[in-house]
């Protein structure tokens, strides 16, 4: 077992002006934000690793939350904790911030630490399609054990 992430991604519509679920061609089930202490640290101290901080602590869930993101939230069952959510400059912020640090650290090895936040990029490089289609995006998210 372990802390897992659920996630979301939202982007404000431009006639709407109203949070929409972002549903496009990207298949969220194909990218599994797998367990990654370092990210979840980072993004809402879910996780606490010696030597990193917290960049953006819990805001708890956004109030004009998407109704898919608010009904999977609802109606889990699990012990959700450090609800936040991140927009797209921030959200890469925690990236490119665990990258330098795990790549300080393990300098040997910058192929699996690439590996390993290549799901988190691909999520951001979603969200900055939103944002540079006039539609700025953000990570909703939370964790459970």
């Not at 298949?27 to 879910?46: E, K, P, Q, S, T």
């Not at 956004?62 to 993101?69: A, L, R």
């Not at 939230?73 to 450090?82: I, R, V």
Request: glycine content about 6%; charged content about 25%; some cysteine.
């Amino acid at each position: 077992m372990g802390t897992s992430i659920w996630h979301h991604v939202e982007y404000l519509h431009k006639k709407k002006n109203v949070y929409c679920h972002y549903n496009g061609l990207f298949d969220f089930d194909l990218v599994n934000l797998d367990r990654h202490n370092a990210m979840f640290c980072v993004m809402g101290g879910a996780r606490r690793i010696d030597g990193y901080g917290i960049l953006f602590p819990p805001r708890g869930l956004p109030q004009d939350v998407t109704h898919e993101t608010w009904y999977e939230y609802h109606e889990g069952e699990c012990d959700f904790h450090h609800e936040s959510w991140l927009d797209t400059d921030e959200f890469q912020s925690c990236i490119d911030y665990v990258r330098v640090k795990l790549t300080n650290e393990y300098p040997y090895d910058i192929e699996s630490i690439d590996a390993s936040l290549r799901p988190y990029q691909k999520v951001c490089d979603i969200m900055r399609e939103c944002d540079q289609d006039g539609e700025p995006a953000r990570l909703v998210f939370w964790f459970d054990n």
